[in-house]
């Protein structure tokens, strides 16, 4: 912490609840009026940091600049903690336990925020695909496969982090039970259920729970000896709270769980413009004056986000109201105009709210602020045709109807389904119950067209089937949803029959294409003679840098597709925009023989390089595939 006065790490799953009698032996915890620490008055200045979507080897420097200016707080996604029902995995970026321990060293608490639903625009909130195939399972309820699978996760987490505990000296002192629930049910015997979980899981430490601030979502996310917590502006949560919530038992000091400098949540969209407050004074003003009047009233708030990060891979969210509705999945990068950038700089709105935060405590108990390392120029790299992705596919599975993703055992990435005509058939290609994702139709090998859940009415694809035609489609996880009322079935890819016409299609065989590493296979390059028909390809490239560090990499031409480093997903580049851009950690680079792997899913003959570049830009390209 930066002083006895308050925290400066809120982490993962952070909950308050009433700890009656045992309070005053309890390291941390709170009266009617403000929060306790070793029984003295204690404010939590927080900012939301999570590791995951930070490279392990920068959490120190993400971590110290959250010192310096008085913040951090961070999620754990329990989709990368546990990613089959069978394995959990506590290495690299899920090494939660060694970053709460460099965030103790560097005189950080930690308030834990952990779900098991946490949204923050992460694939399907956190949960674990392979939830899907649980016989009876249904989300976010008093389920009993739910509760079951919710329990493990949580007590697994106990465990790992039971010497971290504040009552073991470490810097955990809170966790918060589920998130911002009130949004979207109103079971509370589920929410007791899950109360009664943490606090098996964490004994001793308060629990508390965060809503919108509105009544509705103050009192369905209301749980008895938990405390209630608001989230956005703090003027209007911080009062309907002390109004709507009659249980004294959820009552205590004011904590607004997540105050927004972010400006919304960024999705891909030729029609949607990257949102930042960086240089807009007016906004950073307004930040100063809300962070200060919560200050001054011995409030506490937690900054979302402080840092951003990366949604690595295939990691990201997205939004649909409906299931008829478009699906709109969320950038690569969680670059919100934040305190520290994608790549971990400092700019102006850390400089202003470390102003406000100093100016209400002692300012000799924040580190220097340190400078920004400068980001790296890599020179144009040439890339060049690999393989074909068809000529790479892995062992098959077949099966009379079209399997969805999870019960493939699949997480992410693509799925190929392959069907040969036996029959002639001709009329409109229909996949499943609704276009779920982005949807490539090949015949015989030649793109004929594109189905784009992205767009509310989406193209439609016309075929002329022969026999012994081979129907090939490609479907792209674009992201389950993170949010809303569609969170229950995030089922991806075909579910149900596919049809032309009235003919409904059957004995198909399934590739599956998760990709988090390139191929590894050598081929000869293929002969594309018409990249607007291709079917996708893998290019490769090789380079050399004078010194490794960050940088922004750049595919100038390249319509659609995904990006390694060395073997390491980065994630997803498309024309459409706002990200132009991928951030490249200097981590994953070495001074010689660096690897590129590009898989471009529609070919053009734009496209034969990447490069480096030290300032990114935002901008949008019309959409080559919209309706």
Request: proline share 7%; with cysteine; net charge negative.
């Amino acid at each position: 912490m930066i002083s006895i006065r308050f925290v400066t790490l809120i982490a993962a799953v952070a909950s308050l609840w009433a700890l009656g009698s045992e309070a005053t032996s309890l390291p941390f915890t709170y009266n009617n009026e403000t929060f306790l620490l070793y029984g003295k008055p204690y404010q939590l200045i927080g900012g939301q940091i999570d590791p995951q979507r930070i490279p392990h080897e920068y959490w120190r420097d993400r971590l110290y600049k959250a010192r310096a200016m008085g913040l951090n707080t961070s999620y754990v996604f329990w989709d990368q903690i546990q990613p089959t029902p069978d394995s959990w995995d506590t290495t690299g970026e899920n090494n939660i336990t060694e970053y709460f321990r460099i965030a103790q060293e560097l005189g950080l608490n930690v308030v834990l925020r952990a779900g098991p639903y946490v949204c923050g625009e992460h694939e399907w909130g956190g949960f674990p695909a392979w939830l899907s195939e649980v016989p009876g399972m249904v989300v976010r309820s008093n389920n009993a496969p739910f509760l079951a699978a919710s329990k493990r996760y949580i007590d697994f987490l106990g465990n790992e982090f039971k010497d971290l505990l504040a009552t073991h000296g470490g810097p955990i002192i809170m966790a918060q039970v589920e998130n911002e629930y009130g949004s979207y049910g109103s079971d509370k015997i589920y929410l007791e259920a899950l109360r009664d979980i943490y606090k098996d899981a964490f004994p001793s430490i308060p629990l508390y729970t965060t809503d919108g601030s509105g009544k509705d979502y103050i009192i369905k996310g209301q749980i008895s000896g938990v405390l209630t917590e608001t989230d956005g502006s703090a003027q209007v949560g911080f009062p309907l709270r002390d109004k709507y919530v009659t249980d004294p038992t959820s009552l205590g000091p004011q904590l607004n769980g997540e105050y927004y400098i972010t400006q919304g949540v960024e999705c891909w969209g030729s029609n949607r413009t990257h949102l930042s407050a960086e240089k807009s004074l007016e906004k950073i003003k307004v930040f100063q004056e809300d962070l200060g009047w919560i200050l001054v009233n011995s409030a506490s708030f937690n900054i979302y986000m402080f840092h951003g990060g990366t949604n690595w891979g295939f990691r990201n969210g997205a939004n649909r109201n409906n299931a008829q509705s478009e699906l709109v999945p969320q950038l690569t990068s969680y670059d919100h105009a934040t305190a520290l950038d994608e790549a971990g700089r400092t700019t102006d709105i850390y400089y202003a709210l470390r102003e406000t935060i100093s100016s209400y405590i002692y300012p000799d108990t924040i580190p220097d602020a340190v400078e920004n390392t400068p980001l790296i120029k890599i020179p144009s790299i040439e890339i060049h045709l690999a393989v074909a992705l068809f000529d790479s596919l892995p062992r098959s599975m077949r099966a009379t109807h079209p399997t969805h993703m999870e019960a493939l055992g699949q997480a992410h990435g693509f799925i190929l389904y392959r069907h040969t005509v036996k029959s002639a058939t001709n009329g409109i290609l229909k996949t499943g119950d609704t276009p779920r994702d982005r949807i490539l139709v090949y015949v015989n090998g030649k793109r004929t067209g594109v189905i784009d859940s992205l767009y509310p009415y989406p193209k439609t694809v016309t075929l002329a089937l022969k026999p012994h035609d081979v129907l090939d489609i490609l479907i792209e996880n674009l992201g389950r949803v993170n949010y809303g009322s569609e969170i229950p079935d995030q089922r991806k890819e075909i579910v149900g029959n596919v049809t032309v016409s009235s003919t409904v299609l059957l004995d198909w065989e399934h590739f599956p294409l998760s990709l988090e590493k390139p191929p590894t296979a050598h081929s000869h390059p293929p002969v594309v003679k018409n990249p607007a028909t291709s079917g996708p390809i893998f290019y490769k490239g090789s380079f050399n840098v004078d010194t490794t560090g960050d940088t922004f990499l750049e595919l100038p031409g390249w319509t659609k597709g995904v990006v390694w480093v060395n073997g390491v997903i980065l994630g997803r580049y498309w024309t459409v925009g706002p990200q132009r851009q991928l951030y490249l950690p200097g981590v994953y680079l070495k001074k010689r023989n660096n690897e590129i792997t590009v898989l471009a899913l529609e070919p053009n003959q734009n496209q034969s390089a990447a490069r480096g570049i030290q300032v990114r830009s935002w901008f949008n390209n019309p959409d080559p595939d919209a309706p």
